[in-house]
């Protein structure tokens, strides 16, 4: 199994700029996590899709993050405009319910730099 | 607002010796604990879980510990070797089975040769 793959591995990209991250889960997982790791606050859950579906944004910063799932093995997270506070590692994660949660399996990450 | 804390940023040992990472959590509510291990480059790795009603979870050289009255956790590495340096994060659940994990800030841990 190829595991989760993200795409970019690294974006530079100048504020105002739209970017899109892109995540592919593993193939017969149910459940999506889109998650951002800064030195601060270390890993938070932006936004979470149980059978492409939103479950919970509440992790979603402001409107400049939007997140989609238009099928079980595609997720998309955009930020625009960006700006340089965004700079971070972004990671997508999926699982398969029912319970455990130890089942989360993460990508490798999109570090992304906005100047 | 910061529920599960790790107020280690990091931490140094000897090879061969004990590790012992520490976590506390704020709310009352998380029943279901996870250690999750992550190298440079890659993204974490779950590594061992407990839920509230034990106090103790061990696998292999790694053992968690809970304090349910105290809210505090703690990761035991025992004898820690070389290829265990990596950030550590600890996470929590409320209501074990709902997926959305609250993760602390990490502890970077690095084995002395």
């Known amino acids: 199994d190829a595991g989760v793959i993200q795409s970019p591995r690294h974006e530079v990209t100048e504020m105002g700029q739209e970017v899109t991250l892109r995540c592919k889960p593993i193939s017969g997982h149910n459940s999506l996590f889109w998650y951002r790791q800064t030195m601060m606050r270390g890993l938070e859950l932006l936004i979470y899709?149980?059978?492409?579906?939103?479950?919970?944004d509440s992790g979603m910063p402001e409107d400049r993050f939007s997140a989609k799932m238009p099928n079980a093995s595609f997720s998309t997270l955009k930020i625009q405009p960006s700006e340089p506070r965004d700079s971070a590692v972004y990671f997508c994660?999926?699982?398969?319910?029912?319970?455990?949660?130890?089942?989360?399996?993460f990508g490798p990450g999109t570090r992304l730099t906005v100047l | 607002d910061q529920q599960v804390k790790q107020n280690s940023p990091s931490l140094s040992v000897q090879e061969g010796r004990i590790s012992i990472l520490n976590c506390d959590y704020t709310?009352?509510?998380?029943?279901?604990f996870l250690w999750y291990k992550k190298y440079p480059a890659e993204g974490p790795t779950f590594l061992i879980s407990?839920?509230?009603?034990?106090d103790k979870n061990e696998d292999g050289r790694f053992t968690v510990f809970l304090n349910k009255s105290a809210k505090h956790l703690s990761l035991h590495i025992v004898p820690s070797q070389p290829g265990d340096s990596a950030v550590y994060f600890c996470a929590a659940v409320a209501n074990f089975g709902n997926e959305k994990l609250t993760f602390g800030t990490g502890t970077r841990l690095t084995i002395i040769p």
């Open positions: 407990i839920s509230s009603i034990k």
């Open positions: 994660a999926s699982s398969f319910i029912p319970p455990g949660t130890d089942t989360q399996y």
């Open positions: 709310n009352s509510m998380f029943d279901y």
């Open positions: 899709f149980n059978n492409n579906v939103p479950i919970d």
